[in-house]
């Protein structure tokens, strides 16, 4: 099993709508939680990054831990054609190296 | 601007070559990383390097070799010894534990 879990999608929204991106993992040692946004052949980039359990909010977009189910999300509200991108759930228990997931590929439709 | 360069963007080797990536940093970072990335796999740590002339292997490192002699520099190595190179390269930097991963731009590595 795979320390860090994450569905590839495709997933395909209407513009405007609520997007719900998930990962899972099973080493219960990460404790830096965060998610990156990818264009098609570009470097990633961070949009939210979290310690805790709970949520934190920035904008359109929330991130949410749950640390007792081993389970994290990104939530994007009103979501926008500029949005359509792989995102990377990551984490970490060193602090220097990440763990990451495949990676979600999102595709809002105008 | 303050930034990671990796260079050069494509690369085309031949089997058996050695090959080395380049990835410079202007952020005054300390630590240093590569991943590898194909279709569908994420992000694989290759190696990463925490301060200057000190660096550890990451979970794919066989293959690979990197050397850390300039806080801004982190060239990768990708030896003969690697069965399948073609792959998307990423260097990033931090600058320590717990902080944010800059990345640069990649280097997608075709073996012909």
């Known amino acids: 099993q795979k320390e860090v879990e994450q569905d590839p999608g495709p997933l395909s929204v209407p513009e405007g709508a609520i997007v719900s991106l998930n990962c899972t993992y099973s080493n219960s040692a990460f404790q830096y939680f965060m998610w990156y946004r990818q264009y098609s052949r570009k470097g990633p980039e961070l949009l939210m990054y979290t310690y805790s359990s709970g949520n934190k909010e920035d904008g359109r977009f929330t991130a949410q831990v749950d640390k007792s189910s081993k389970y994290i999300s990104l939530f994007i509200r009103d979501s926008q054609p500029s949005d359509s991108a792989t995102y990377l759930c990551?984490?970490?228990?060193?602090?220097?190296?990440?763990?990451f997931g495949k990676g979600t590929s999102l595709l809002v439709t105008p | 601007d303050g930034g990671i360069t990796q260079s050069p963007k494509y690369l085309f080797r031949k089997e058996g070559q050695n090959v080395t990536l380049s990835c410079e940093q202007n952020?005054?970072?300390?630590?240093m990383y590569w991943y590898r990335q194909d279709p569908g796999q994420g992000l694989r740590l290759i190696y990463y390097s925490q301060i200057v002339n000190d660096f550890q292997k990451g979970d794919i490192a066989e293959g690979y070799s990197v050397s850390r002699e300039k806080k801004e520099s982190f060239p990768l190595t990708v030896t003969s010894a690697q069965k399948n190179p073609t792959a998307f390269y990423l260097c990033?930097?931090?600058?320590?534990?717990?902080?944010?991963?800059?990345f640069g731009q990649g280097t997608r590595l075709t073996v012909v």
């Open positions: 952020l005054n970072h300390d630590a």
């Open positions: 990033a930097s931090t600058m320590g534990p717990f902080t944010e991963a800059f």
């Open positions: 990551a984490m970490s228990h060193s602090g220097y190296a990440l763990n």
